[in-house]
């Protein structure tokens, strides 16, 4: 069975830092790419990072770019988003998803275009 879970969320003052983590069972990172995705009230759910499958290259979403940081361990089976100079417009909750190295990429992105799997998600919330 296939388990993906986000841990790592919480409440942080603008300026401040998390660092979530997405910790894979059921399938391993040589198989499946992770991404992570955001969701907030009243708005849809974007993508805010993932490890393309098609070259070294990691996707941030440009509102991100030069604050979050995207990073693995294979030997953890985990993937982590490194989240500083955190911004209100940051607080959402954040789901981890993982697809297939093989699949269809985004072009976008150069990540899966579907993701089989996902967690649960972690509120995180920016606030002062």
């Known amino acids: 069975q296939v388990q993906l879970a986000e841990s790592g969320g919480g409440l942080v003052q603008p300026g401040g830092s998390l660092r979530l983590s997405c910790t894979v069972s059921?399938?391993?990172?040589?198989?499946?790419?992770i991404g992570w995705f955001r969701q907030a009230p009243g708005k849809e759910r974007e993508g805010v990072s993932c490890?393309?499958?098609?070259?070294?290259?990691?996707y941030y979403v440009d509102s991100v770019k030069g604050r979050f940081t995207l990073s693995s361990d294979n030997a953890k089976n985990s993937v982590y988003l490194q989240m500083n100079r955190l911004k209100p417009e940051d607080t959402a909750v954040y789901y981890c998803?993982?697809?297939?190295?093989?699949?269809?990429?985004?072009?976008?992105?150069?990540?899966?275009?579907?993701?089989?799997?996902w967690g649960e998600g972690t509120q995180v919330t920016v606030s002062s």
């Open positions: 490890k393309s499958t098609i070259d070294d290259s990691t």
């Open positions: 059921g399938v391993t990172l040589d198989d499946y790419a």
């Open positions: 998803a993982a697809g297939h190295v093989d699949a269809v990429v985004d072009v976008t992105t150069g990540c899966p275009y579907e993701n089989e799997f």
